[in-house]
């Protein structure tokens, strides 16, 4: 039993120490050179902060895409850490990347930044921020329809170990018409009607970029409209070709359900939203298919109950992270909570959505923090049970939330 003082120690130490798997991120290895982003201004750069500056400056988007990026990370700056205290999370974030870096900020400004980090990443560089985060290893985001990155994977483009590629078929699942069109134009024969042998031309596309890029998942992410079973050209890919090669490859699927894209298209990629979606589809999906695994997300925080709820039901459901708007300190707490208190330490903790590399420095740096503090009060009231926990509980369900359970489900 831990003596008083002790526990939280433990904790500390514990989730401090613990090496992570990013498990969905926007990263690419330096040696994807074209698509690597690093670097102060990309930083400033986020589609996170955009919205906020945006909310404060005067320029119209318009103009504001006309500007180089340094001149975008000018005026962003400008917005939100001349004219405003940097409170946001995002804004924080950028403070606390700065901490990492022993630039200070208030006095050395964004050109402090600059001169610390580099914008054309070497892996160097890149094992350094990885290791400055406690991060192990990183998913990307493999889009098989975006030309650039398929010129990558194509030439064999050797790759830094600790970059896990992930099929994301965003484009197969909600843009048939330039799936159709880029599928066909690379040899694909699919027709627009999805016959069988069309559908059968599907699965041999995810094939080929199972052995082209070895996934650890495929995903895809789905408005809050999102249905299934259904009758579409969605609902039969998923059907007919996604799931199967999925439980043919035992591959989990991971669900991000619950974004409005572009409720305001001036934004750009700051314009997308969320809205509530329904845990019906989630709940078809994991009972018709048992042989499969999903990994879920929802960016509501009104469907975080019901998904705890749901993966009580169905062990093949893997809730993870607190996506995009949900990454604040609030609701990861919130959610966290909410998680071990319906299914013990049997989910992912989190995941950064890193977009720029060094994001992953204060995304975990934050999730490390509420971990901490979360747990530390579950084990509280745990030893006050009478229950002799240990350091090793500690560390054994810390690694879990972080990583383990992660990789054991993906190697189901
Ligand atoms: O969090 C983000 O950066 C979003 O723009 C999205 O990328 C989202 O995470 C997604 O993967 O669709
Ligand atoms: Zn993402």
Request: glycine letters at 4%; proline letters at 5%.
């Amino acid at each position: 039993m831990a003596a008083q003082g002790e526990l939280a120690t433990w904790v500390r130490e514990a989730v401090a120490a613990v090496r992570v798997t990013d498990m969905h991120t926007h990263l690419f290895p330096p040696s994807f050179s074209a698509l690597q982003v690093s670097g102060a201004d990309n930083v400033l750069t986020y589609h996170y902060l955009i919205a906020e500056a945006m909310r404060i400056g005067q320029m119209p988007p318009t103009e504001f895409w006309d500007l180089s990026t340094p001149l975008q990370a000018d005026w962003i700056w400008e917005q939100l850490f001349e004219k405003t205290t940097p409170l946001s999370e995002a804004a924080l974030g950028v403070v606390q990347i700065a901490q990492a870096f022993a630039v200070d900020l208030r006095r050395e400004k964004l050109a402090g930044l600059r001169a610390k980090l580099e914008a054309s990443a070497t892996d160097v560089y890149a094992d350094h921020v990885l290791d400055l985060a406690g991060v192990d290893s990183v998913v990307m985001t493999n889009d098989p329809f975006d030309e650039i990155e398929r010129r990558y994977w194509e030439q064999g483009t050797p790759r830094n170990p600790r970059f896990h590629a992930a099929l994301r078929l965003d484009v197969l699942l909600n843009d048939w018409p330039r799936a159709q069109a880029q599928l066909s134009h690379s040899g694909y024969h699919v027709g627009p009607e999805l016959g069988e042998v069309d559908m059968a031309e599907v699965r041999r596309f995810l094939k080929d970029w199972v052995a082209k890029i070895k996934p650890v998942y495929f995903a895809f992410s789905a408005p809050d409209t999102f249905a299934f079973p259904e009758d579409s050209v969605r609902g039969r890919l998923l059907a007919e070709a996604i799931l199967p090669i999925c439980r043919e490859q035992r591959l989990p699927l991971a669900l991000m359900i619950g974004v409005r894209r572009q409720v305001n298209p001036s934004l750009r990629s700051a314009g997308d939203s969320t809205a509530k979606a329904s845990m019906l589809p989630i709940e078809a999906l994991a009972r018709r298919y048992p042989d499969n695994k999903f990994l879920v997300t929802f960016l509501s925080r009104e469907d975080q109950h019901e998904l705890a709820v749901t993966a009580r039901k169905f062990g093949n459901i893997m809730p993870f992270g607190c996506w995009w708007f949900l990454n604040t300190e609030t609701l990861v707490s919130e959610i966290s909570n909410l998680r071990l208190e319906l299914i013990g330490p049997t989910f992912v903790i989190q995941h950064s959505d890193a977009r720029v590399l060094e994001h992953v420095i204060y995304k975990w740096r934050r999730a490390r923090k509420v971990a901490t503090d979360v747990l530390t009060h579950k084990y509280q009231l745990l030893q006050d049970a009478g229950w002799d926990l240990t350091r090793e509980d500690v560390e054994r369900d810390v690694k879990q939330l972080f990583s383990q359970n992660f990789w054991d489900f993906v190697k189901r």
